[in-house]
């Protein structure tokens, strides 16, 4: 059982939880629980395939994922802990002229923000990956620093270390209320018993609104069912495979061990708790895949999954203080698919929020209020 008084409460326990509560134990804040209702890892982290790019059409998202990167890339010695950090590259395929003009304007402002990356013509693509069928393809861009990691283990990792700095963790611990009083958070509800803490965080993913709601919070953030398969063994298409993203039907596929990963995004789907495989919609996967890469057709299907997806109205996520005037009630939730190679930097950013009440980040894009002011930009690069 937790202890009946906290400094910080996290609740959930994904990679924005655990970051979150390491970056706090790291910057000083030793008294903090985490609070997982399953295990940690359970909820969207654990059904991520892990991507890791700095290809994003917003500044805010370029610079979040490229100090992100540069934690990915010394984890296994900060966090003893395996990660299996690929940079194979993403490739971003583009059909559309609409597509292609945007690719064009965000490139430059990827490289004027340092961030490795080119545009590609038809012919430079079949170079990197001449397995694909190109003739309808207008041109791509490939950033080579980009690629995957393995989410489980990172989540690993950041609990590893925070419960070495004094963070205590419980799983199969849920939250059910959160007590306000003249508008501060007072602690939190676990069945029967009650933890206070006069800063409660919220890193619940895809139950973020209900989380929110305890708090009496509307956090526009909904769950979206995401489906993945993985063939057998493949070897037709040669190492090292990028991740290829081809932009318009949300479809991608990349190396998963000795097979190929793939997967896609149904635009039609509405948003719903429910995570089993449709059979019907991997077939579709499978058809674009066979269209993208012939050879695909060659192989066979080994496992498949569905996870959840936490989507807000711009696809930008949700993170600061105060939420909804609520004093001590924070938010990281909302990320819309980008969310484990984003967690190194937004774990650091609220823990200094908490610690400090400002960032180093520019997170004004992130703010609850965008969507009643009206002043969204939104992400354009989403999968
Ligand atoms: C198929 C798929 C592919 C993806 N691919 C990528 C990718 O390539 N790159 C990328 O960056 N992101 C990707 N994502 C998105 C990424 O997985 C998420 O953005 C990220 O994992 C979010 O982490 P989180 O900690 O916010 O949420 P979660 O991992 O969902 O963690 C939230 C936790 O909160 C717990 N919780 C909820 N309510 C309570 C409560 N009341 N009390 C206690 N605990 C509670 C849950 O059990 C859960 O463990 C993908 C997601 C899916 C499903």
Not at 215 to 243: C, H
Not at 365 to 376: A, I, K, N, Q, T
């Amino acid at each position: 059982m937790p202890k009946n008084s906290a400094e910080v409460i996290v609740i959930g326990g994904g990679v924005m939880g655990t970051s979150t509560a390491y970056h706090l134990a790291k910057l000083g804040c030793r008294d903090v629980i985490l609070l997982e209702k399953d295990q940690l890892a359970s909820g969207s982290t654990g059904l991520s395939v892990g991507g890791i790019r700095q290809q994003f059409s917003s500044k805010a998202n370029i610079r979040i994922c490229q100090e992100s990167v540069k934690v990915f890339e010394r984890f296994e010695e900060e966090f003893e802990t395996e990660i299996d950090f690929r940079q194979h590259g993403y490739l971003f395929l583009s059909t559309e002229p609409q597509d292609w003009a945007d690719f064009q304007d965000d490139v430059a402002l990827q490289k004027s923000l340092g961030v490795p990356v080119q545009l590609l013509s038809p012919e430079e693509i079949a170079e990197i990956a001449p397995y694909l069928y190109l003739e309808d393809v207008i041109g791509g861009t490939f950033g080579p620093a980009d690629g995957y990691a393995d989410p489980h283990s990172v989540d690993m990792g950041f609990a590893k270390m925070a419960r070495r700095l004094g963070v205590e963790i419980y799983e199969g611990t849920e939250v059910t209320g959160i007590q306000v009083e003249g508008g501060r958070v007072r602690g939190v509800t676990i069945t029967q018993d009650q933890v206070s803490a006069p800063v409660v965080v919220n890193t619940a993913g895809p139950w973020a609104a209900q989380v929110g709601r305890m708090a009496g919070v509307e956090l526009p953030v909904q769950p979206y069912r995401r489906q993945v398969l993985v063939t057998e063994p493949f070897e037709p298409i040669p190492d090292p495979v990028p991740l290829v993203l081809d932009f318009a039907p949300s479809f991608y596929f990349r190396r998963e061990g000795a097979g190929i990963l793939m997967g896609m995004t149904d635009k039609d789907e509405p948003p719903s708790f429910n995570t089993n495989v449709d059979w019907d919609f991997l077939d579709q996967i499978v058809d674009k895949a066979v269209y993208r890469a012939p050879v695909l057709e060659r192989a066979g299907l080994m496992r498949s999954w569905g996870g959840l997806y936490s989507i807000t109205p711009d696809d930008n996520p949700v993170i600061g203080g105060h939420i909804g005037g609520v004093e001590g009630f924070y938010c990281a939730v909302g990320f819309s698919g980008h969310g484990f190679q984003q967690s190194p930097a937004v774990g650091r950013i609220l823990a200094e929020l908490i610690t400090s009440g400002q960032t180093s980040f520019d997170i004004r894009p992130f703010r609850l209020e965008r969507f009643e002011e009206g002043e969204v930009v939104g992400e354009k690069r989403v999968v």
